[in-house]
């Protein structure tokens, strides 16, 4: 079975670009979770979609923006990129409900020079 | 009061010995506790979960204790391997009416385990 895949795996931007970041979850989640990691960091929630809806955010400006298509793929979107946007950036598939088990893709390596 | 503190940053063990990662938290509305592992490149993978109803879980040579009235729980890793050597987070979630799959994560505990 295949895991959650990320695309794509590494990206370098200018300041001020627009990044898109993709997800595909396992087969048969609904929900997905977007998280960024920052270097020496624990993850920090970004967003979550359940059924097409965002269903929480985190505590990240509005350069932040996310959907979740009908198949339940997702993408995430910053805005006006800044050098502290570089991170890692994390996307979980789970069954919908708090307390489901969150699995993880390899993530997407974005560096803003 | 959404943070989980993490202790200690890193650690180094000999093989076979025991590795214990300690974290607590301030928000009694957690209760899903899990224990996620990272090794580099990769994204992190479920290692074992605990909920506040039992003091203990344990999944082979990991096992997580759980105190709730200090708000402290921790992980322990028995007969640690060369293999192990990661970097582990403690994270938690609240179930409760209306809760999403948000989980804070601490700050991360980098485990060397030495041959």
């Known amino acids: 079975d295949a895991g959650v895949t990320q695309s794509p795996t590494h990206l370098i931007k200018t300041r001020g670009q627009q990044v898109t970041l993709r997800c595909s979850p396992i087969?048969?989640?609904?929900?997905v979770s977007w998280y960024q990691q920052v270097l020496g960091q624990g993850p920090q929630f970004i967003f979550q979609?359940?059924?097409?809806?965002?269903?929480g955010r985190g505590n990240f400006p509005d350069r932040f923006s996310a959907r979740q298509f009908p198949n339940y793929s997702s993408e995430l979107n910053v805005n006006a990129l800044l050098l502290g946007d570089s991170a890692l950036y994390l996307c979980a598939s789970s069954f919908p409900g708090a307390g489901t088990e969150a699995f993880f893709g390899q993530g997407t390596r974005l560096t803003v020079v | 009061q959404q943070q989980v503190k993490q202790s200690p940053q890193s650690l180094i063990v000999q093989k076979g010995g025991i590795s214990i990662i300690n974290c607590a938290y301030e928000n009694t509305a957690f209760d899903y506790f899990p224990w996620y592992q990272q090794f580099p490149g990769k994204g992190p993978a479920l290692l074992i979960a605990i909920r506040p109803d039992v003091s203990e879980k344990k999944e082979g040579r990991f096992t997580i204790s759980f105190n709730k009235s200090a708000k402290q729980f921790s992980l322990h890793i028995m007969d640690s391997q060369p293999g192990d050597s990661a970097t582990y987070f403690c994270?938690?979630?609240?179930?409760?009416?209306?809760?999403?799959?948000?989980?804070?994560f601490g700050t991360g505990t980098l485990l060397a385990v030495q041959p």
């Open positions: 994270a938690a979630e609240g179930t409760g009416r209306g809760a999403t799959n948000k989980l804070i």
């Open positions: 087969s048969g989640h609904k929900s």
């Open positions: 979609y359940y059924e097409k809806e965002e269903r």
